[in-house]
């Protein structure tokens, strides 16, 4: 069996950020997004591993090299334009061939294992397996409707749920997927929808089955999932210290890396801090990540995501739910602001009067 990660979507919701990174190398829990799919696979015991990429191929291709780090063989499938995750399985055809294959969205996070997903395929052999999650909020995805463990409806974003059980993005597919594929037509959003194809196996009388997922899954498009996604990794970290601290308390589960001097710092895990970062006068709150090379001096952040390289002095008002990219400054001055939330791309420079 191979394994199918897209990740070439162009990532609109998460920008700036994603206009000079992609979506699925936004780190969580300071660990990119895709890394924990291809952790997964490679758990599976899936070795043959296709990546849909679009405009961002040369940036993911540099992360993830050839996949030997975790024990897959990585190939590299150019999608000219992202047009659905239909389009993209077609697109992949002639590396997938009429092997079955698992489907995996690369901005996705799973934490329960897909291992036993691939086993039920395996043994039961169905035309495709869908993996379900019960959700608070069903009309704003794809939901299924079941007899026993047979789908027999997929309904996207509907007025009123059959059920409460939306479809994750990990799928399992026979050759027939294929088929479906091309007999689909575009939605209204002009591209062929995953679900659509689903669809069409089940009124053509092929069999398509679901299992539910025991763990929590996110779609990381979003700040807000994001910074969820990242509170529930933290939610599982390994304490571990390897910096230097000076006149600094830690509080549960801290994570610090290499290199890394905190000073008269108070961090309240779980949180984590990269390698050969420096803190000093700072708070840094619950469910925090800061990436490697950080600079923070003078200033509070809680509930935040902040990239390798970024600095942060002299800002008095905590900064929360915050997503700060790759080498930003923030820099606070004289007047005090009542709060701030952030958001920035790459190389950002914010100062405040």
């Keep these: ?33 895709l890394f924990y799919g291809l952790e997964a696979i490679a758990n599976a015991g899936i070795r043959e591993v296709g990546m849909i990429v679009g405009d961002a191929a040369a940036e993911i291709e540099r992360a993830v090299g ?23 399985v077609l697109t992949a055809e002639p590396y997938l061939q009429d092997e079955p294959f698992l489907m995996y969205l690369g901005d996705n996070l799973v934490t329960s294992s897909i291992q036993p997903l691939v086993q039920a395929f395996q043994q039961r052999q169905p035309n495709a397996l869908i993996l379900l999650a019960e959700v608070p909020n069903p009309q704003e995805f794809g939901v299924a409707e079941l007899q026993g463990e ?32 091309r007999a689909i037509k575009p939605s209204w959003r002009g591209e062929l929808e995953i679900t659509d194809a689903i669809q069409y196996l089940i009124d053509h009388g092929y069999t398509v089955e679901s299992q539910q997922i025991t763990g929590w899954w996110k779609d990381t498009g979003s700040l807000d999932a994001l910074l969820e996604a990242n509170r529930l990794v933290l939610e599982d970290l390994s304490p571990s210290q390897q910096g230097a601290l000076e006149e600094t308390t830690l509080y549960g589960r801290v994570a610090i890396g290499a290199g890394s001097t905190l000073r008269r710092c108070t961090v309240r895990g779980p949180a984590i801090i990269g390698a050969n970062c420096h ?41 929360e739910g915050s997503l700060l990219g790759k080498n930003v400054v923030v820099r606070g001055g004289a007047r005090r602001p009542r709060t701030l939330r952030l958001m920035l791309g790459d190389s950002s420079l914010i100062e405040t009067p």
């Design 1 to 33: 069996m191979k394994a199918l990660i897209l990740a070439g979507g162009k990532g609109t919701r998460l920008r700036p950020i994603t206009f000079s990174m992609a979506k699925q190398l936004v780190p969580v829990a300071n660990k990119p997004v």
């Design 66 to 88: 050839d996949g030997s780090r975790w024990g897959v063989q990585v190939t590299y499938i150019p999608q000219p334009e992202p047009l659905g995750l239909a389009h993209a």
């Design 150 to 181: 047979r789908v027999v409806r997929l309904i996207e974003k509907p007025k009123h749920p059959p059920s409460n059980l939306a479809l994750v993005g990990v799928y399992l597919f026979d050759k027939h997927i294929f088929e479906a594929a």
């Design 279 to 319: 803190l000093e006068d700072c708070y840094i709150g619950a469910f925090t990540s800061i990436g490697d090379g950080v600079r923070l001096v003078s200033c509070e952040i809680e509930y935040s995501i902040v990239l390798e390289g970024s600095c942060v002095e002299s800002v008095e008002t905590r900064i």
